[in-house]
């Protein structure tokens, strides 16, 4: 699968990401181990990064979780990764969840991305819901959902914990298909 806008590309993750993602992790540590821990620890070294690469590819192959890299088309430089997850094939719902690296920030690529794969979520999967869930200080993200569409729904309360911090409320957005 592969979506194109402006000088980017979206894909599914294949094996031969794992090192543009081991080194988009670890060059962006400080930024992503607040609210992406998981993804950051499993993909520390290329050996990890492999076995995430792997487990990720089967995962979108069994429509388990999609993961796909935004990359920029020309330099092949990976700017970011967005997850569909949190699946449930009953309700239709998918939740989107999303980096980006600290050289491509602010440059509304995300919003761009999320816009396509909202289409595509509800194209191709067939999900009829759409979530984007975030603390209400992630700015950026909160500004991606509501650039999208996304309207906000409810306050989860004391819903994530990041490493070493208490936990903190999250705000629900969501977007529904037409």
Not at 72 to 93: C, P
Not at 150 to 160: A, G, L, S, V, Y
């Amino acid at each position: 699968m592969l979506i194109q806008f402006e000088e980017f590309e979206i894909s599914s993750v294949h094996n031969g990401d794992a090192w543009k993602i081991c080194n988009l992790m670890v060059a962006n540590a400080d930024r992503f181990k607040r609210y992406f821990p998981k993804t950051l620890e499993q993909n520390l070294n290329p050996t990890l990064a492999n076995l995430f690469v792997e487990k990720k590819v089967k995962q979108f192959k069994n429509r388990e979780e999609f993961l796909f890299t935004l990359k920029q088309s020309k330099s092949r430089k990976l700017a970011g990764l967005i997850y569909i997850k949190e699946l449930d094939w009953e309700e239709k719902q998918g939740e989107f969840a999303y980096c980006i690296d600290y050289t491509f920030k602010g440059q509304g690529l995300m919003s761009k991305a999320i816009k396509e794969l909202s289409i595509y979520a509800f194209e191709d999967l067939g999900l009829k819901t759409l979530q984007i869930i975030v603390n209400k200080d992630n700015v950026g993200s909160v500004n991606v959902a509501t650039k999208n569409g996304f309207q906000w729904q409810r306050t989860n309360i004391k819903e994530f914990t990041p490493p070493g911090e208490q936990a903190l409320d999250m705000e629900v957005y969501e977007l529904y298909k037409n």
